[in-house]
């Protein structure tokens, strides 16, 4: 049983900069897909990127391309997203989340259609960009 903790969520102002981690417990096998979601006040759960951990190929929305980068460790115990260029619109909960899958194209799916159902979740941590 994975089991997720998210950190790294705060408060900043547009412009800035935050690093979300996400630390994985109990096995982590090479063909998981990691990935962060995010869901804002009254709207559903968005896609925003994710690696899979076989070749570590990523995925971004294309909202955040070109200021986000998702990354994971040597070990694949945690995942990371630096978030730089942060704007008003990216205030939102982000959730980490694992899925067992046994190609990457599943993490391109999974981030266009995310299923809060299916595999691990974290419980969240918030960030805030104000203007």
């Known amino acids: 049983q994975v089991q997720l903790v998210e950190s790294g969520g705060g408060s900043v102002q547009a412009g800035g900069s935050l690093r979300l981690s996400c630390a994985a417990s109990?096995?982590?096998?090479?063909?998981?897909?990691m990935g962060w979601f995010r869901q804002a006040p009254g709207k559903e759960r968005e896609g925003v990127a994710s690696?899979?951990?076989?070749?570590?190929?990523?995925y971004y929305t294309d909202s955040v391309k070109g200021r986000f980068t998702i990354s994971q460790d040597n070990d694949k115990s945690t995942v990371y997203l630096q978030m730089n260029s942060l704007k008003p619109e990216d205030t939102a909960m982000y959730y980490c989340a694992a899925h067992l899958v046994n190609s990457g194209r599943y993490c391109a799916i999974l981030l266009n259609r995310p299923r809060p159902d299916l595999g691990a979740w974290g419980q969240g941590t918030q960030v805030t960009v104000s203007s």
């Open positions: 690696i899979y951990t076989s070749g570590s190929s990523t």
């Open positions: 109990g096995y982590i096998s090479t063909t998981y897909c």
